[in-house]
């Protein structure tokens, strides 16, 4: 089939006495725009039947698990039930008035012109509960690979799932469903972006809820990369000599920037040279060893929460009575305590200052979605330490750091966004940016032992 010059296809259109018929080509456009409808609605279609089908799913779980474990005091206490389930209610909850709002923006007689963009717009915030439930859901597998040990358990979940009738599917694999869920969202969308025209009243509606809920996947999936870390965080921090106070993994999951500065705490203190490590809220500082420079000795701590970042020109500064060169500080916004910082070339200085704007934006988005590090997770990550030590015994080794943003650029929006051709049987493991492996992480290596 050869194209015309006209742009027609040879044997898409009728010629008549000669002429070609623009009627055929009408028909054909008819029918391209019919087809398009068709699959818009089998779209539609698909959305409102695994929303319905995961209402179902979610009942079975709470109604048919959850409420028949309450009853049994005698295997169950309130907080193995909190780390199998988590919010596992408040999802339903949420899920039942967003399927409630979708049915109503359902067109039962012409599936292709339901409006459901708005729908996922108005629940945005809603599906952030999703957060809490996929950090806990590690935890859950284990506890529940722990009772499994028993015959007990394994007999008491059959009964359950028989005595709901439910279908035939482990309660690890029903606890799963949820983390599916979330993941499939922006599979769901693409496609029915795909097959909504430009001009369609939902079109700019389906296009937003794809980047959100794109963004709150992404985000969920790098929170979980948070929680693998902290392993590595506690192996750290034991690596420290020294260490005063509280650990690291009390407040803070996540080591955002590092770096040796100079440093001045308080007017007309001595200028003295440390490694500081920014984590979300706190900033901590260290010291090398004058001998072992792969040594590290604690000095203290900064709470970021209550300081202000103050850029600071280079010149004279009277109240330090120093000059100013590549320098910022930290003011505490309670009381008059000052920290004067001098980077050694002004490329850095920049590189702390979007560090720390990145520290105050991580801490925000982490309130409103509520992100902590579970007890339990803290306890698995002192555990590791415990066992990492063991095997190492009385020598010194240098631990791997964990995976974090590329330190030219703690800002990298990059690290945020989520590729388009992700498989549905994925669970967790959207794309994620190769991290750095520059001379500024060997540094960091060499910076950080393991010590018994």
């Not at 729908?119 to 996929?134: A, N, R, T, V």
């Amino acid at each position: 089939m050869t194209r015309l010059e006209d742009g027609v296809e040879e044997g898409t259109s009728e010629v008549q006495n000669g002429h070609l018929d623009p009627s055929a080509d009408c028909l054909c456009l008819s029918r391209t725009l019919q087809n398009r409808d068709q699959m818009r609605a089998n779209v539609i279609n698909e959305i409102m039947s695994t929303e319905r089908h995961y209402i179902k799913h979610l009942k079975d779980i709470c109604e048919g698990y959850l409420k028949q474990c309450r009853k049994r005091r005698d295997m169950f206490s309130d907080e193995q039930l909190k780390v199998i389930f988590g919010n596992i209610e408040d999802i339903y909850r949420f899920q039942m008035g967003f399927v409630r709002d979708l049915e109503k923006q359902y067109n039962n007689e012409d599936p292709h012109l339901s409006e459901i963009g708005p729908c996922f717009l108005e629940h945005q915030d809603g599906f952030w509960i999703y957060s809490e439930y996929c950090n806990n859901h590690l935890d859950a597998c284990m506890e529940l690979s722990k009772l499994m040990k028993d015959g007990r358990y394994q007999h008491f979940f059959e009964a359950c799932r028989l005595l709901q009738q439910m279908i035939d599917i482990a309660i690890d694999g029903f606890l799963l469903t949820p983390v599916q869920k979330i993941c499939k969202y922006p599979l769901q969308l693409a496609e029915l972006l795909k097959y909504t025209a430009q001009d369609h009243s939902d079109y700019r509606y389906v296009a937003a809820a794809l980047a959100v809920m794109r963004n709150v996947t992404q985000q969920i999936n790098e929170r979980k990369r948070r929680l693998e870390n902290i392993d590595k965080i506690a192996q750290w921090q034991a690596s420290v000599l020294d260490w005063e106070g509280d650990d690291i993994l009390d407040r803070s999951s996540e080591l955002i920037y590092t770096g040796e500065m100079s440093w001045i705490y308080q007017p007309y203190g001595r200028n003295q040279q440390r490694v500081f490590f920014l984590f979300d809220h706190q900033m901590v500082l260290c010291k090398k060893d004058l001998i072992r420079r792969d040594i590290l000795y604690y000095k203290g701590r900064i709470d970021m929460d209550k300081y202000e970042v103050v850029d600071i020109e280079d010149g004279r500064d009277d109240d330090f009575n120093v000059s100013m060169k590549n320098a910022f500080k930290l003011h505490n916004k309670e009381t008059e305590e000052i920290h004067l910082f001098f980077a050694k070339k002004l490329e850095e200085k920049l590189r702390w200052l979007r560090a720390f704007r990145e520290e105050r934006k991580m801490v925000q988005e982490d309130e409103k979605i509520g992100f902590e590090i579970s007890e339990n997770q803290k306890r698995q990550a002192a555990m590791t330490v415990r066992k990492v030590s063991k095997q190492k015994g009385n020598s010194y080794s240098r631990s791997v750091p964990p995976a974090y943003p590329p330190p030219q650029d703690p800002l990298n929006q990059g690290q945020y966004m989520v590729t388009d051709g992700i498989s549905q049987s994925q669970v967790f493991e959207f794309t994620e940016p190769k991290r750095s492996q520059s001379p500024f992480w060997q540094n960091f290596s060499r910076l950080t032992p393991f010590k018994k």
